[in-house]
């Protein structure tokens, strides 16, 4: 197989709201493997969990107006706008036609690791692309599934750019962080004041959601 020219970032979420969590995992995955570009793609309608009540759109320009100072890194709207449930295989195999040379490299976070069995066509998920995760506390490896904890020791490679390959898995360097959206929305029904957890406070304080 020839190597892929070039390599794309992708970091699917809720971001219901974006934390910094976040950002600084989409810069570690942009600096650790030396990307151009990462993509940051809200979904639209999540088939893990109850659709969110703020809207899709709003949910993607928060993301947007969080990234707007950042190098590299780019808010894709593409499951705001489809239609019907949004499965992370469709995503990539969509973005992989747009960039047949190009490399997707995918990031999640520890805790959608360990549930990864739950995921629409899960194996052939880790066949489309270098899978990268962020380790996220509360989810330690020795809970892995036996299948999961298999795929990760047959498939893992070190966390750096030489490394890159579809089929591959890499542990990111980060080190565990609190964050949670689940916390920000929290705090911000209790009026509290969340403008060191993300970087669209002020906006979000502005819009009223999220407060009961
Ligand atoms: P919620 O608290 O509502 O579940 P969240 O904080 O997990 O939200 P998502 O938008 O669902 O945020 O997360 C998008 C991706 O980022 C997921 O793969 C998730 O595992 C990962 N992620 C989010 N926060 C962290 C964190 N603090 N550490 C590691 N991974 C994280």
Redesign the pocket.
């Known amino acids: 197989m020839t190597p892929p020219q070039t390599a794309t970032g992708v970091?699917?979420?809720?971001?219901?709201p974006i934390?910094n969590?976040?950002l600084i995992?989409a810069r570690a995955l942009r600096d650790t493997f030396a990307l151009p570009e990462v993509r940051l793609i809200p979904t639209g309608l999540p088939p893990h969990r109850a659709a969110p009540p703020v809207s899709p759109q709003q949910r993607f320009e928060w993301v947007n107006a969080a990234i707007a100072q950042e190098p590299g890194l780019t808010a894709d709207d593409r499951e705001v706008r489809r239609e019907g449930y949004c499965y992370t295989v469709d995503t990539l195999a969509e973005l992989q036609s747009e960039q047949p040379d190009t490399l997707l490299v995918w990031?999640?976070?520890?805790?959608?690791f360990h549930h990864l069995e739950s995921w629409h066509r899960w194996r052939d998920l880790l066949d489309c692309g270098h899978m990268v995760i962020?380790?996220?506390p509360g989810y330690d490896w020795t809970t892995l599934s036996e299948e999961l904890a298999r795929e990760l020791h047959n498939r893992a490679v070190p966390a750096q750019p030489a490394a890159l390959g579809k089929g591959r898995i890499s542990i990111l360097p980060t080190p565990l962080?609190?964050?949670?959206?689940?916390?920000l929305?929290d705090k911000l029904a209790h009026g509290e004041d969340v403008s060191g957890l993300t970087p669209v406070a002020e906006a979000i304080r502005q819009s009223g959601l999220y407060l009961t």
């Open positions: 970091f699917g979420g809720t971001f219901d934390h969590g976040h995992l990031l999640v976070g520890g805790d959608s962020a380790a996220r962080m609190p964050f949670s959206s689940t916390e929305r």
